[in-house]
């Protein structure tokens, strides 16, 4: 399989420079809004701010009266730049109609990789702040600092970091070169995709692949190659995409994560998908990533 770098996956590729070295800066808002070049993106609860032509980009100033507005709600973050100019985030608890909020997922298909790069580093940090308000060491509210990167707390001094949760998603094949595909048992009827799961405590990725293939669908995995990541902030995933190779080939589902699986050839899934028997993933997922590499062109239909 050719082009396992990441080439065309939505959100892998970052074109923000996110300028680490001025997070510590006391007045890196002030400095940021000193630039009349200078923008902010506004996300809350799952949605983002948009226009016709996608991500809606406030002024600072324009910023600034929506944080008042909101008060002590909203928290401001610091991008970095892009195409030279300072780039931040209002992170509130609502985002108002008049800025045509919309999902993350319902925009994300038709954004470049600039406005992907941004909208998923905004998104993971405003997740993260709106989840973690208090002291996980001794219970006291705690306070963002470093330009929203860090919390720190008041009383014990400790300082908690934006969570990550590493989770691995896998295309396995067998030795006739046919891609295994599972269907959850609250998704709607025909929807298949790749296996995944979280990485636990103490296991290497690799061994999270085998564990999870194993334990959904009774399937032994031997060879394990890594393909590609991609952040997924639904609400802080970081997706990390593997090809399998399975040893075994009777399927025996858990149930409970999965409650259906199918071995598919190419034109298995062609023939179902085209007659609608079968949805796949939506385009801006690694998992569609990982299919369209394992069919060799974008195969027809999606979620």
Do not use: K
Not at 230 to 256: K, N
């Amino acid at each position: 399989m050719a082009g396992l770098d990441g080439d065309g996956l939505p959100f892998a590729a970052a074109a923000h420079d996110r300028r680490a070295d001025e997070r510590s800066l006391p007045d890196w808002w002030e400095r940021a809004a000193a630039d009349p070049d200078s923008r902010v993106l506004v996300v809350g609860d799952g949605v983002v701010a948009t226009e016709e032509r996608g991500l809606r980009l406030l002024t600072v100033a324009d910023a600034e009266r929506l944080a008042a507005d909101a008060g002590t709600d909203s928290e401001r973050l610091l991008l970095g730049t892009h195409g030279g100019a300072p780039v931040l985030a209002l992170s509130m608890p609502v985002v108002p109609e008049s800025l045509r909020p919309r999902s993350v997922r319902a925009v994300a298909p038709g954004l470049d990789e600039g406005q992907g790069g941004l909208l998923v580093h905004a998104l993971g940090l405003a997740n993260w702040h709106s989840t973690h308000h208090f002291c996980a060491r001794c219970g006291v509210r705690s306070v963002p600092d470093q330009a929203g990167h860090v919390r720190r707390c008041p009383d014990c001094a400790a300082v908690h970091f934006p969570r990550t949760d590493p989770a691995v998603i896998m295309l396995v094949t067998d030795e006739h070169d046919r891609a295994l595909l599972g269907h959850a048992p609250d998704w709607p009827d025909g929807r298949y995709s790749t296996l995944a799961g979280f990485v636990e405590p103490g296991e290497s990725l690799e061994t999270a692949v085998r564990r999870e293939v194993a334990e959904e669908v009774g399937i032994v995995v031997g060879e394990v190659r890594y393909a590609a990541s991609q952040p997924w902030p639904f609400p802080s995933s970081l997706m990390l995409g593997f090809f399998g190779r399975a040893e075994t080939a009777a399927i025996r589902v858990d149930g409970d994560e999965v409650s259906a699986a199918r071995w598919f050839s190419r034109d298995d899934l062609r023939q179902a998908a085209e007659a609608g028997d079968v949805l796949l993933p939506r385009g801006f997922s690694i998992s569609r990533w990982l299919v369209t590499r394992w069919y060799g062109a974008e195969p027809p239909g999606q979620w």
